[in-house]
């Protein structure tokens, strides 16, 4: 697409460039980043100005600001374009701002403690569960989630349990009338099967993930609360189907639930019933 059809509609060139231009270029660096960041192995020029719809020239000029401030970086012998620390010190901002971070850390490392197994946190992010937090088990075979990095909410037990309670609407927006991604072949993939799969995390106040999301893996959670009773986020522990079967999965499914109960208290908020 030409320069010129990117331009609104009725209002002169030089109008966007006088009173918009710094706006435009502000925005659509931003969105540079966030491709960057969904893509740890980094992008080329190409790849990255196709995703932007910008020209490449536009693209590098923009990546060039972006990298003068450390924001991104340019891997020399590839030639691909990855976040810089900058980005990442501004991102781990965010989540110590973030109280619902900073309040479940202890939980989740007592969690490990008592369970042996890894401790997540994720908060939802559109139709995807954003992994926030971890504590690691000291297991040789364990779960590690890179921070940073997404499940669909309807493959993953954090998913599962943030899909539950979120508001019927909302969930019917996110099923209706979309293909889902099976990921392995236990994937819950179908909006019915889904459907009487939220009733029962409902029912039980914790969702299970038995292979759904990687095979030889399961996984308990279960959602924190605002005020409102609206899910902020929700913690899960995972573990080798070998340490993690059947019976200790629902085991395991009371004790994340109380847990995030203990963390919406201390967050004020309020446990739907």
């Known amino acids: 697409m030409s320069e010129a059809?990117?331009?609104?509609?009725?209002?002169?060139a030089s109008t966007a460039k006088t009173s918009g231009?710094?706006?435009?270029?502000?925005?659509?660096?931003?969105?540079?980043?966030?491709?960057?960041?969904?893509?740890p192995l980094g992008l080329a020029l190409s790849e990255v100005a196709e995703m932007a719809e910008l020209a490449p020239s536009t693209t590098h000029r923009l990546l060039q600001a972006l990298q003068s401030q450390g924001f991104v970086t340019q891997e020399n012998e590839q030639g691909l374009w990855r976040i810089d620390v900058k980005t990442f010190r501004i991102g781990n901002s965010f989540l110590e701002a973030r109280d619902v971070v900073a309040t479940s850390r202890p939980f989740l490392r007592r969690l490990t403690a008592e369970t042996g197994e890894t401790a997540n946190l994720g908060i939802r992010d559109g139709a995807t569960a954003v992994f926030l937090a971890q504590h690691e088990s000291p297991q040789m075979m364990r779960m590690i989630t890179r921070l940073g990095s997404r499940a669909p909410l309807h493959a993953s037990g954090v998913g599962k349990a943030l899909l539950a309670w979120m508001p019927?609407?909302?969930r019917a927006q996110l099923l209706d009338g979309r293909e889902l991604a099976r990921v392995t072949a236990n994937t819950?993939?179908?909006?019915?099967?889904?459907?009487?799969?939220?009733?029962?995390?409902?029912?039980?106040?914790?969702?299970?993930?038995?292979?759904e999301h990687a095979v030889g893996l399961h996984c308990v959670a279960a959602c924190m609360f605002d005020e409102h009773g609206t899910p902020l986020a929700a913690i899960s522990v995972s573990g080798p189907v070998a340490r993690i079967p059947e019976a200790r999965?629902?085991?395991l499914g009371a004790l994340v639930r109380q847990t995030a109960d203990e963390i919406t208290q201390q967050l004020g908020g309020q446990v739907p019933r």
């Open 21 to 39: 231009g710094h706006s435009q270029s502000l925005v659509r660096g931003l969105t540079l980043l966030e491709y960057l960041a969904a893509s």
């Open 5 to 12: 059809k990117r331009r609104t509609v009725g209002r002169p």
């Open 188 to 211: 819950l993939y179908q909006p019915d099967t889904l459907q009487v799969e939220t009733e029962q995390i409902r029912a039980q106040g914790f969702a299970c993930d038995r292979e």
């Open 168 to 170: 019927a609407d909302e």
């Open 249 to 251: 999965l629902l085991t």
